[in-house]
């Protein structure tokens, strides 16, 4: 009998809480990452309220220097502590794949000169399309369609970019060019970077609408990723006949595997709780697993470096916590991580290597505390043991510390 009948995991994609022991082997924009620190930087910068958060224990999390605005509970309701990475990488499938149990010794290919030229002669003659040359580099997704939409309107060229993760990212106005021949180019372009020296970890559809000057993004983007090199703990509760609920971008990350209840994607973080909440109240889940992103945290402002709308970001779900707290069973498990860091202050546009803060309750707790700091992939093994099986490949279980 599980201790948790059902544990549901939710990724604030980005939030990290301080640099990692090894950040200073890992730059941005030429710069190490170990003075980065995501919320330590919001809180000290434009500030932070988090009163939810806060209750669970957030602000009791281990630091050099307390988050500035985020006070330690004296007598939390939650357990919280704080994680680290052990696999080579700081971008979203390596963080994801590690929570759910596998150590990526050899990351993933990054382009930060942009992609050669044999990879965008083929996805041209495929295509039939020229590729804007000017845009083949690390971009802001919002500033690239701002520099290149008005051209690509004109022209029906392609817009093909990418950043410090493992991604090709190929934007299109859908009234130039239809989604299904943006999916058919983006399925052609995974096709020719699974191996080195262009394995990549993902290749995103871009879809946007509006006019020069006034360009959105819109919610019919579509990842198309690698499968997890060897099973995850979502595929050993898969193949144990437990339901696995995935909302948000968890299913594009994992390449489906492991997933057997698929809520889609989520228009925005708000859309990702009430989909996730939608589950959680279903009849039909009555024991298993819920692994939910939210995106906006790193999409909308740690790439863009706006720590006022970061700040603002972390508020809105803080003030729906109650909400996805309401909605728990007596005996669910409700955890709360990150899978990188993406520090809205610090140098240049990409990731940070960090320590994700982890925040445990379930409505049974009767104790409450700081849990040993671990990492990643202790997440997924304490999943595993709560129902009953094989951890993947790495990970120590806490279970026995939430009481």
């Known amino acids: ?156 060229e392609l817009i093909i970019y990418t950043s410090a993760d493992p991604v090709l990212q190929i934007a299109a106005h859908e009234d130039i060019i239809p989604l299904d021949e943006l999916y058919r180019i983006c399925e052609y372009a995974r096709s020719i970077t699974l191996e080195r020296p262009a394995l990549l970890g993902r290749i995103i559809a871009r879809p946007y609408v509006g006019e020069p000057g006034n360009f959105t993004r819109t919610a019919n983007r579509r990842d198309l990723a690698v499968s997890p090199f060897a099973p995850t703990v979502l595929d050993k509760l898969n193949e144990a006949g437990i339901d696995t609920y995935s909302v948000g971008k968890i299913s594009d990350i994992f390449n489906g595997a492991g ?69 728990m069973k007596e005996d669910d498990l409700l955890m709360i991580t990150a899978d990188h860091g993406n520090d809205p202050t610090y140098a240049g546009t990409d990731h940070t290597r960090e320590y994700i803060p982890f925040l445990a309750y379930s409505p049974s707790f009767k104790g409450s505390g700081l849990l040993p700091v671990g990492h990643f992939a202790d997440i997924s093994a304490t999943v595993a043991d709560n129902f009953g099986v094989e951890k993947a490949m790495i990970g120590e279980s806490f279970l026995d510390k939430l009481v």
């Open 259 to 327: 997933i057997n209840h698929d809520m889609g994607h989520n228009k925005s973080n708000s859309h990702g709780i009430d989909n996730l909440i939608k589950a959680m109240k279903s009849e039909d889940f009555k024991h298993g697993f819920s692994f939910t992103n939210l995106v906006d945290f790193d999409a909308l402002y740690g790439h863009r470096r706006d720590p006022h709308g970061y700040r603002d970001c972390l508020h809105e779900f803080d003030e729906r916590l109650p909400e996805i707290i309401a909605a």
């Open 1 to 156: 009998m599980p201790k948790f009948n059902r544990m549901h995991l939710v990724v604030l994609d980005s939030v990290g809480i301080g640099a990692a022991p090894d950040a200073n082997n890992f730059v941005n924009a030429g710069v190490p990452d170990g003075a980065s620190d995501t919320l330590g930087h919001i809180s000290k910068v434009v500030g932070l309220n988090v009163p939810n958060m806060a209750k669970l224990g957030l602000g009791n999390i281990p630091r050099e220097q307390p988050l500035k605005t985020v006070p330690a509970e004296s007598n939390p309701t939650g357990y919280a502590t704080k994680l680290e990475e052990v696999s080579l990488g700081k971008d979203t499938m390596t963080g994801h794949w590690e929570i759910m149990g596998l150590n990526i010794t050899e990351p993933f290919d990054t382009f930060w000169n942009g992609f050669p030229e044999e990879i965008i002669t083929k996805i041209e003659e495929f295509s039939g399309r020229n590729v804007i040359r000017e845009a083949n580099k690390p971009y802001s997704g919002t500033a690239v369609i701002d520099d290149f939409g008005p051209r690509q309107m004109e022209t029906g």
